[in-house]
């Protein structure tokens, strides 16, 4: 089972909780009311802090997957905005006081104003962290780039060497064969003069005999 999976079973049994304590309500008084009021508020932030994981848990999912928990997401949060609704609802039910509804109301407006910074806080900080990620992300790429420049660096100068190494075996080449050549010239200048030599030793002795 995914972590989208277990949150989502986790929300509608969250869901279902809410429900049912808010439906209660309208029918207490006093502290009774103050603490289950406080009970469902709390709750309520489970949900929205729920809500927040799913969508996280959304960007690791592709495809259809990914479209389906994303549509869920947002019928969650329809589903959340209606507790806050029916809660608000069920704060101001059978409080006939003035001042008393006044000071819900109060308490109210704090409360959504209170909800309010968190979720921006939340938001930020998802920000700070995306920014983070983002510059993380940069710098590694920027890494990778000045290790690719160095090597190329590093085969730009083989290269250069190996074109070196090339032209100095050419030059080397070219030597040997002159000296080849020299020593093939050399044999045969001194075949010739051997048989100059040879030729005039035979004269010579011919010479003499006659």
Not at 57 to 79: K, L
Not at 137 to 154: F, M, S
């Amino acid at each position: 089972m995914s972590n989208a999976t277990q949150y989502e079973q986790d929300y509608s049994e969250l869901s279902a909780d809410i429900t049912a304590k808010i439906g209660r309500i309208p029918n207490l008084f006093g502290k009774d009311k103050h603490d289950m009021v406080g009970d469902v508020e709390v709750l309520l932030e489970e949900a929205k802090e729920l809500i927040d994981q799913i969508e996280v848990e959304s960007h690791a999912a592709t495809g259809d997957a990914r479209r389906q928990i994303m549509m869920n997401v947002a019928n969650y949060n329809r589903d959340y905005e209606t507790h806050v609704k029916n809660l608000r609802k069920a704060k101001l039910s059978y409080t006939d006081d003035a001042e008393q509804r006044n000071e819900l109301l109060g308490n109210e407006h704090k409360n959504t104003l209170t909800s309010n910074s968190e979720r921006l806080e939340r938001s930020s900080k998802r920000l700070e962290d995306g920014y983070r990620m983002a510059m993380e992300t940069e710098e590694i790429g920027q890494n990778v780039l000045n290790n690719l420049a160095q090597d190329r660096e590093k085969i730009n100068n083989a290269r250069n060497r190996l074109n070196n190494v090339d032209d100095t075996l050419g030059q080397s080449s070219r030597l040997l064969n002159n000296m080849y050549r020299r020593v093939i010239q050399n044999k045969a200048m001194m075949f010739v003069i051997g048989l100059i030599i040879v030729v005039i030793i035979v004269l010579a002795l011919y010479g003499m005999l006659k």
